[in-house]
């Protein structure tokens, strides 16, 4: 299978998934997109949930950066209707010479119906739906016929096997090589991006409050939940936060060569592409010293 330029220039490459490019006022120049790029990741991930919307997120990325892929780790399907997805995909990749990565999701039911006021349900058909919506849809403008990539996010076998059937491939989260082992028997050849969070160094307590800080919103979802109870874990790994097992085994801990190991395992297991989310002492600012550290590790940075 040929993947889009996007998704191809991807393989075999590190990236960071962040929000922290909202943590600062907008900028068409500079700021989190540069930093990254600067360090020599090869792809920002980034979240659409309550703040920014993701399209524009995504040009103002790509505006302040050259070389960087920008993707979405998600676009809520629920925010947009599918003419105005796949024309925006093909209007930023017709625009930033294919750097952009389309990657959707049902996302979960409090942010469908509490947040945007919706009915969530039958999310893999729903999903279904909107990629063939997508397929169908026009575009009377310059760039009609762009060539765009997109993945989905997943989890179970249903939506994997959907991401094999009907995208270019899966984004999967909170997941761990294992995980990605079954991911890749089940989408074949198909683009495989996993995201990793990480906590850099630190002691034992420290790693657990960033832990618990970070797996606090999805220890409430029941998405994740399913998938965590299909990796083996139950009702006492699901307490607010997470249990300390759940912390181990979803955020890696450790120094640069603990991180390294930890890409290299899902690289093993079927990865085309790892994103790490620095989990750093501030939640409310961005990694930058630990994605140097890690940067330089890799050889991308000196």
């Known amino acids: 299978m040929t993947l889009p330029a996007s998704l191809a220039a991807l393989r075999g490459s590190v990236g960071v998934w962040t929000n922290a490019h909202e943590l600062e006022l907008p900028v068409a120049k500079g700021g989190v997109a540069s930093v990254i790029e600067e ?43 599918a003419v105005a997805s796949v024309n925006a995909a093909r209007t930023l990749n017709a625009a930033y010479h294919d750097r952009f990565v389309l990657g959707l999701g049902v996302s979960h039911q409090p942010l469908v119906e509490r947040l945007r006021g919706q009915v969530y349900e039958t999310p893999l058909e729903t999903m279904r739906e909107y990629l063939e919506a997508m397929d169908r849809a026009p575009m009377h403008a310059p760039g009609k016929g762009q060539v765009y990539a997109r993945v989905i996010a997943a989890l179970g076998p249903k939506m994997l096997a959907l991401g094999a059937a009907l995208a270019d491939g899966v984004h999967t989260y909170l997941v761990d090589a294992e995980h990605t082992a079954t991911a890749r028997a089940l989408v074949g050849d198909k683009f495989i991006g996993v995201e990793q969070a990480v906590v850099l160094g630190g002691d034992r307590d420290e790693f657990l409050r960033r832990a618990h800080q970070h797996l606090d919103f999805y220890t409430g979802l029941e998405n994740y939940r399913a998938n965590w109870r299909r990796m083996g874990f139950g009702p006492d790994d699901f307490v607010r936060g997470g249990s300390d097992r759940l912390c181990d085994a979803m955020v890696v801990h450790g120094d640069e060569a603990v991180v390294l190991d930890a890409i290299s395992a899902h690289q093993a297991a079927g990865a085309d592409h790892v994103c790490l989310q620095v989990l750093g002492p501030d939640a409310g600012a961005a990694p930058i010293e630990e994605w140097r550290r890690i940067a330089v590790a890799l050889a991308y940075s000196a």
């Open 39 to 81: 360090l020599g990741y090869r792809a920002l991930w980034f979240p659409e949930a309550w703040a920014r919307e993701s399209f524009t997120s995504a040009g103002l990325l790509l505006g302040a950066s050259s070389r960087l892929t920008i993707a979405t780790g998600i676009t809520n399907i629920w925010g947009r209707d």
